[in-house]
């Protein structure tokens, strides 16, 4: 059966709608924005800031695309929470699912990881799990506390092998918002 013009646009119509709606929807749900540049992290949902944490640290390396492990660097990208880790050495640790597909397409492209790699990252990527941790990108990336170290090295300098770092008092303001999943954009 052949639908007239006037139908087709009319499906095409519903389905973006639908599309439209989906997206609103999912625009709702509380993420984090981590700025590198001002050193905060925005809690956020959908576009609207409902709490900011500054005074955060980053890499020794700076922000930036990771080329290896042990470069220093937090690496921007999308990525999500893939594990909480709540008995850790620095009080809570926020596993980010670092590297992202992105992060192995770079890398594979530039001779840094092997197809292998490339295709493990990319199927924990699509089937939402935590990506290989043990690669030469390195792993290990996510938010964490102090635990018991020294709050004032924290607040002179950024310090982190990779990892975004804030006090303990921080750490356990932010737990309240985070959840597994829930989508932590570095910039």
Not at 135 to 146: C, F, S, V, Y
Request: aromatic share 6%; net charge neutral; hydrophobic share 40%.
């Amino acid at each position: 059966m052949l639908l007239s013009v006037e139908s087709m646009l009319r499906i095409c119509l519903l389905i973006f709608c639908s599309l439209l709606a989906g997206v609103a929807a999912a625009g709702d749900d509380m993420w984090l924005l981590v700025d590198t540049t001002a050193l905060r992290i925005e809690v956020k949902k959908g576009e609207q800031t409902v709490d900011t944490i500054p005074d955060i640290a980053i890499g020794r390396g700076g922000a930036g695309y990771k080329t290896h492990r042990g470069d220093d660097i937090t690496p921007y990208g999308d990525y999500r929470i893939g594990w909480v880790g709540e008995r850790s050495n620095f009080r809570r640790f926020f596993g980010l699912t670092y590297p992202n597909a992105q992060d192995a397409r770079t890398a594979l492209i530039k001779g840094i990881i092997s197809k292998d790699t490339y295709e493990r990252i990319v199927a924990a990527s699509e089937n939402h799990q935590i990506p290989p941790q043990n690669t030469p990108l390195g792993g290990q990336i996510g938010i964490h506390g102090l635990g018991a170290a020294d709050e004032k090295i924290h607040r002179s300098m950024n310090w982190t092998h990779g990892c975004i770092a804030m006090t303990n008092t921080q750490i356990d303001h932010l737990s309240r918002y985070v959840e597994p999943g829930m989508v932590v954009k570095i910039k």
